[in-house]
């Protein structure tokens, strides 16, 4: 029995046809103000096919998208109060 050793991974840049609906974790990303930082990810990843090479890229993506939720947290935390002193 012989066993293959992958060569890295095979990412490949999609492109969005006219007919194709839009994926909606890339709906939310783009939403999110942080679809610079995925898409350098996406990029490093298929340039160099290496998770070790492209971590300062996702580092930049995982904190955008941390202060993005810590936003909306904060915005879903505003709303409930306004709520609550409104009853």
């Known amino acids: 029995m012989s066993t293959s050793v992958p060569q890295g991974h095979t990412w490949t840049q999609r492109v969005k046809k006219d007919d194709e609906e839009e994926d909606p974790l890339d709906q939310l990303i783009s939403r999110s103000g942080c679809a610079a930082s995925h898409f350098a990810v996406q990029e490093c990843m298929a340039q160099h096919q290496d998770w070790r090479q492209y971590q300062p890229q996702v580092q930049a993506f995982k904190d955008c998208m941390s202060e993005q939720q810590a936003r909306r947290q904060e ?3 505003r709303r409930q109060e ?3 002193a409104h009853h």
Do not use: A, K
Request: net charge negative; no cysteine.
């Open 75 to 77: 915005e879903l935390q």
């Open 82 to 84: 306004q709520t609550g």
